[in-house]
């Protein structure tokens, strides 16, 4: 027998998902929506609507930094986003099972899912399924790249109706994104690169004490280091790609963005490389983070206001 409160959240649920996004306040948050199950778990994600007129484009955030995906008040979050909530874009903070319970190609598995629940969905959060743009910033940029360069079409056979969806977007933008993971699995102290001396790791705009003493979620067996290292998906059917770096990153170096330019640009895939001068791994400065930032919402309108 369901208790009061867990009914409650099911109906919640239910209003969230099937009432049109006109209907509800046009400045409002719909906060933990659940795309899915694992390990006696919720997997959830925040829906932040544009105090304007949408422009029917949803951008899917990664939310993860070292690969571990933390959850933040959504009232305390939405001014991350809004520089795009102002452009009429809906944004999805997506949080995926974390590290260090949870590795890499299992992050990888949970964000192709909010892909496909989203697409589910779109209609009832007001976005068109064939418009939909991904970003984050380091593990969050390596999980962006992966759906854009390695998405399919779903299985028309699963009986769950979000596998039967499509995990492909329509365009990506990465921060500072690490490319090519088949030497790091394993125990490690880290990126191979040198770790901050302050010990601290800079990700989705905080600061988070000893978060880089140990990269536990690149713990898995070598052999899997190639289905989760997105510079080997690089195809010509390749969505639109914006990669943005510092060219004094000494986590994640500017050659891993340099390499997934290249690439893309020998398939004729559209892509540009943004470095900022003097910028380390998060983007630390105001000016670095406002840089990055216009240059990933003029990415979106471009790619994907009008299609």
Same mark, same amino acid.
């Given at each position: ?121 779109? *209609?009832?959060? #007001?976005?068109? *399924? ?23 079409? #779903?299985? *028309? ?28 699995? +394993? ?17 989705q705009g905080v600061m988070v004490p000893g978060a880089a003493d140990r990269f536990v979620a690149?713990?898995?067996? =070598? =052999? ?15 969505? *639109? ?20 330019h290249s690439a893309l640009l020998s398939t004729g895939i559209e892509t540009s490389l943004v ?6 791994? +998060? ?25």
């Amino acid at each position: 027998m369901k208790t009061l409160t867990q009914a409650t959240a099911t109906m919640l649920t239910v209003f969230c998902l099937a009432t049109p996004v006109h209907a509800q306040n046009s400045d409002s948050v719909i906060p933990d929506v659940v795309y899915g199950h694992k390990a006696g778990m919720a997997l959830t994600m925040d829906i932040f609507m544009p105090p304007g007129e949408p422009n029917g484009v949803g951008i899917l955030n990664m939310v993860s930094g070292g690969w571990v995906s933390r959850w933040t008040d959504p009232e305390t979050a939405r001014p991350r986003y809004e520089a795009l909530l102002d452009r009429g874009f809906t944004v999805i903070a997506v949080r995926h099972g974390s590290s260090p319970r949870f590795n890499v190609p299992e992050a990888y598995a949970d964000v192709r899912r909010a892909v496909r629940f989203v697409r589910l969905h779109a *209609p009832h959060f #007001g976005i068109d *399924p064939d418009r939909l743009g991904v970003y984050g910033g380091s593990a969050g940029g390596h999980l962006s790249l992966m759906l854009g360069l390695a998405s399919d079409g #779903g299985d *028309p056979d699963a009986t769950d109706e979000v596998l039967r969806m499509s995990s492909r977007v329509a365009a990506v933008v990465a921060y500072y994104p690490p490319v090519d993971l088949r030497s790091w699995a +394993g125990p490690n102290e880290g990126f191979p690169a040198k770790l901050p001396e302050d010990g601290l790791f800079f990700a989705q705009g905080v600061m988070v004490p000893g978060a880089a003493d140990r990269f536990v979620a690149l713990e898995f067996e =070598d =052999d899997l280091g190639a289905s989760v290292s997105p510079i080997l998906y690089v195809s010509s059917d390749d969505p *639109p790609t914006l990669l943005v770096h510092g060219d004094a990153d000494a986590l994640v170096d500017l050659n891993n963005s340099e390499l997934m330019h290249s690439a893309l640009l020998s398939t004729g895939i559209e892509t540009s490389l943004v470095v900022i001068a003097g910028a380390g791994h +998060g983007f630390r400065s105001e000016a670095d983070r406002t840089q990055a930032m216009d240059a990933l919402v003029g990415w979106f309108e471009e790619h994907l206001v009008g299609r």
